[in-house]
C-alpha cells in the first residue's frame, strides 16, 4: 500500500477526528465561528473554540487539557502540525484550516 502525501495524511486524520466529534459532541461545527476560526491560534482553532479557550484565557496546554488530549494525539487527530508534518513544506497551518473547514461546510450543508 503506498504511503499517503503529507497533504493527503492531513484530509485522513481530520475526516476521522471530525467523524469522532460527530460522535461525541454532535453540534460541534455549530460552535466553529468561521470569520473567527484560525487553526494557527490556539483560542481560534477548532479546539479553541470548542473549549471556549478565549473566554477562559487558555494557552494551547490549556486548550489540549481542557479537550483531553495530549500534543501527540493533537497532532494525529489533525488538531496541530506534529513532527511528521512539520519537516515538510507541503503541509502548513493554511491546509490545516481548508481541511477543518470542508468537515464544518460539509456538515452544516448536510443540516439545510
Known amino acids: 500500500m503506498p504511503s499517503l502525501t503529507p497533504r493527503a495524511l492531513v484530509r485522513s486524520r481530520i475526516r476521522r477526528s471530525a467523524l469522532l466529534l460527530d460522535r461525541d459532541r454532535p453540534d460541534w461545527y455549530r460552535k466553529i465561528n468561521v470569520p473567527k476560526f484560525d487553526m494557527s491560534d490556539c483560542t481560534a482553532c477548532v479546539l479553541g473554540q470548542l473549549t471556549d479557550a478565549k473566554r477562559k484565557g487558555l ?8 479537550a483531553g488530549l495530549d500534543e501527540h494525539t493533537a497532532c494525529l487527530r489533525g488538531f496541530s502540525l506534529g513532527d511528521d508534518l512539520t519537516d515538510t513544506e507541503d503541509v502548513d497551518y493554511t491546509h490545516l484550516e481548508q481541511a477543518w473547514l470542508r468537515e464544518i461546510y460539509k456538515r452544516r450543508t448536510a443540516d439545510r
Do not use: D
Request: net charge negative; hydrophobic share 60%; proline share 0%.
Open 59 to 66: 494557552l494551547w496546554e490549556g486548550v489540549l487539557a481542557e
